[in-house]
Nanobody, 124 residues
Framework: QLQLVESGGTLVQPGESLRLSCKTS????????VGWFRQSPGREREEISC????????HYIDSVKGRFTISRDNAQNSAYLQMDGLKPEDTAVYYC?????????????????WGQGTQVTVSS
């Protein structure tokens, strides 16, 4: 059973940056596509970005393009979400998820494994 642990969420001011991490310790992440999702109160969980197993394919939703960057380090069994230019509307619980596919997909129902989430709050 692949277990994912997110970290890096905190309270920041608008315009600041954060880097979220997603790590697994028991198994290699190398053969899994990874997605980052977020959910705020009263809203459905939405996919923000995903990355293929080898990092060659990346996908972003329009609202984060140019501000967020997804990456991975398979040697460290980790994936990351660099978030720059944060806005109050980015406030949410952020989740990483993995699926044993080589390509990435923005469909949350496809992902088999989920982390517990990390809270990101953007407020002045």
């Amino acid at each position: 059973q692949l277990q994912l642990v997110e970290s890096g969420g905190t309270l920041v001011q608008p315009g600041e940056s954060l880097r979220l991490s997603c790590k697994t310790s028991q198994y290699t992440l190398e053969y899994y596509a990874v997605g980052w999702f977020r959910q705020s109160p009263g809203r459905e969980r939405e996919e923000i970005s995903c990355i293929s197993h080898d990092g060659e394919q990346r996908h972003y939703i329009d609202s984060v393009k140019g501000r967020f960057t997804i990456s991975r380090d398979n040697a460290q069994n980790s994936a990351y979400l660099q978030m720059d230019g944060l806005k109050p509307e980015d406030t949410a619980v952020y989740y990483c998820a993995a699926v044993n596919w080589l390509v990435c997909t923005p469909v949350p129902g496809v992902y088999n494994y989920w982390g517990q989430g990390t809270q990101v709050t953007v407020s002045s």
